[in-house]
């Protein structure tokens, strides 16, 4: 650079001392590139906190991060993240540096995005459960207490508000452009394939004039017993049930309210949560069948309405119970679908979903 005075001398900012203004905003910024070496070689071995990164590498999220793999069994310490306290950070990839950045972002609380609990700090790695089909696979984020991967195991993976594991299921990262980078790098650790990226794009349902994917906020199954979230005054159950190439959406309308004439149209006698899981019956009109049943696993907030005894008595959902539906003639029955002698359209698209889950389990019988 050329000096006041006319001679030409090496461009330089001491990120100590800064002697004019312009030097001091330059300061920050290189501040940040002294910050990330010593966070990378200083902290072998032992816990990196949020308090231990200096402010000026948490406020500046667009320098991107290089994310050099997403199995959890070639991580080094050079893969550590934190992100405690951020909106988002931007990721880069080793296997496509040519990609634009993915950002990595915490949740939404209707339109307000939400930050990074304050331990978030750890690894992100590719999860599939032992037993699960290969389209179940997620993104996930484990927190650790250290830099070192050996803690990796120790560590626990963060979690939502509601408790669910966060994640960005294989569908998302195969069908969303800004998940491009994590895509490549999946592809690059060979944990997944072409052919299977090809199939999460194919698993779709109608709803009305609509074609649906799964998206962040959907629940899967794919084995019985297996609990996912409902909200007990939502007007309808939707879960996603996955095989190892193929999914199918089983969509369950007023599982805990009811459709009337009057006004308003639908009584909700129940509001809350709970955790719900499918099947096989045992019950005795279902003997020598391949019938399921919906099951009420856990009552995580349950409130009553003023009027929840009120329109032909809606049962109470209860722990240990079975969820129940309203026959034509006013019975409350055990929800139930035959998977092999559908009754109706409606049963015949849930059979589609419901025997899926019995193709798993004999698939995992044969290999035990």
């Given at each position: 650079m050329r000096k006041i005075r006319g001679a030409w001398v090496p461009w330089s900012v001491d990120v100590d001392q800064s002697r004019s203004a312009y030097h001091a905003k330059a300061r920050r910024a290189l501040a940040i590139l002294f910050s990330r070496e010593k966070e990378i070689a200083g902290h072998h071995g032992h816990a990196v906190l949020a308090s231990d990164i200096p402010a000026a590498l948490n406020r500046d999220w667009r320098l991107p991060v290089l994310l050099r793999t997403l199995?959890?069994?070639?991580?080094?310490?050079?893969?550590?993240?934190?992100?405690?306290?951020?909106?988002?950070?931007?990721?880069?990839?080793?296997?496509?540096?040519?990609?634009?950045?993915s950002h990595v972002l915490y949740c939404c609380q209707g339109t307000t995005s939400l930050l990074?609990?304050?331990?978030?700090?750890?690894?992100?790695?590719?999860?599939?459960?032992?037993?699960?089909?290969?389209?179940?696979?997620?993104?996930r984020f484990r927190i650790t207490t250290s830099s070192d991967p050996a803690t990796f195991t120790e560590g626990r993976d963060l979690q939502l508000?509601?408790?669910r594991p966060w994640n960005i299921s294989l569908f998302q990262v195969a069908r969303r452009s800004i998940y491009a980078a994590y895509r490549a790098q999946l592809?690059?650790?060979?944990?997944?394939?072409?052919?299977?990226?090809?199939?999460?794009?194919?698993?779709?349902?109608?709803?009305?004039?609509?074609?649906?994917?799964?998206?962040?906020?959907?629940?899967?199954?794919?084995k019985f017993g297996q609990t996912f979230p409902v909200e007990l005054e939502s007007s309808s159950i939707s879960v996603w049930s996955l095989g190892n190439s193929e999914g199918q959406r089983l969509y369950l309308r007023y599982p805990f309210s009811l459709l009337?004439?009057?006004?308003?149209?639908?009584?909700?006698?129940?509001?809350?949560?709970?955790?719900?899981?499918?099947?096989?019956?045992?019950?005795?009109?279902?003997?020598?069948?391949?019938?399921?049943?919906?099951?009420?696993?856990?009552?995580?907030?349950?409130?009553?309405?003023?009027?929840?005894?009120?329109?032909?008595?809606?049962p109470e959902p209860k722990e240990g119970s079975l969820v129940m539906m309203r026959e034509s003639y006013g019975a409350w029955v055990p929800w139930s679908v035959n998977v092999d002698q559908p009754r109706s359209e409606y049963h015949m698209h849930a059979s589609k979903a419901l025997a899926i889950l019995f193709d798993n389990e004999e698939r995992q019988a044969g290999l035990a």
């Open positions: 199995d959890p069994r070639r991580l080094r310490t050079e893969d550590f993240l934190v992100l405690s306290g951020r909106l988002q950070k931007a990721l880069r990839v080793l296997a496509a540096p040519e990609i634009q950045s990074f609990p304050s331990d978030t700090q750890g690894f992100l790695y590719f999860h599939l459960d032992a037993d699960a089909p290969a389209l179940a696979g997620q993104v508000p509601d408790g592809l690059s650790d060979k944990l997944v394939t072409e052919e299977l990226l090809v199939a999460a794009l194919s698993v779709s349902a109608s709803s009305g004039t609509r074609t649906v994917h799964p998206n962040f906020k959907s629940s899967f199954t794919w009337q004439q009057n006004i308003p149209p639908t009584h909700v006698p129940f509001a809350g949560k709970a955790l719900v899981h499918f099947e096989r019956s045992t019950l005795p009109e279902h003997k020598g069948t391949r019938t399921v049943v919906l099951r009420i696993a856990k009552i995580v907030q349950l409130t009553k309405s003023e009027n929840a005894s009120g329109v032909d008595g809606v």
